[in-house]
């Protein structure tokens, strides 16, 4: 995985976030492992992408970075045991995604429908054989990540924009 990779994600979590939250993003240094969280997963939106680029993205809050952040997604607070808690969190993983994968210029990539896990203190573990990279966001609801395990398939070919 290259840096543009991690780039396309830093501006598309930036993005969703400042358009349909209206909520500013600072991201923090991209760490070389989804092994050391600096905060207990509450809440994860699980995506995977397939074709010329292969692997998961994963959005993670706390419990109540999560409400924060649905409450300006949604305008109204949503408590985690309701559908529409897990449905607005896989919302914001597919724009995150969507957005990112359509940086992926001269290739064809394809997201799958997301999964959300919500549980104190759970982890998503990544493929093995595949770096992952963990981007720490913080907002005014409270500090997020988005771990981007992906890597391009050999047989894929870049093809130039004509």
Do not use: W, Y
């Not at 600072?26 to 092994?35: M, R």
């Not at 699980?46 to 419990?63: A, W």
């Not at 104190?120 to 500090?143: K, L």
């Amino acid at each position: 995985m290259d840096a543009r990779s991690i780039t396309h994600f830093v501006a598309s979590t930036h993005q969703v976030f400042e358009t349909m939250l209206s909520l500013s993003v600072t991201p923090g240094k991209p760490t070389a492992s989804c092994n050391v969280p600096r905060f207990q997963s509450d809440v994860s939106g699980v995506i995977g992408m397939t074709g010329d680029v292969v692997g998961m993205v994963v959005l993670s809050f706390p419990f109540s970075t999560a409400k924060g952040v649905l409450k300006a997604f949604t305008g109204s607070d949503i408590e985690p045991n309701s559908p529409d808690f897990s449905d607005a969190v896989g919302e914001l993983v597919n724009m995150i995604s969507g957005a990112a994968k359509a940086k992926f210029e001269g290739l064809s990539v394809s997201i799958s429908c997301p999964s959300v896990v919500v549980g104190p203190g759970h982890r998503v573990q990544q493929a093995s054989d595949t770096t992952c990279i963990t981007i720490p966001f913080e907002c005014a609801a409270g500090p997020f990540s988005v771990e981007v395990a992906i890597r391009k398939v050999e047989s894929a070919i870049v093809t130039k924009a004509a």
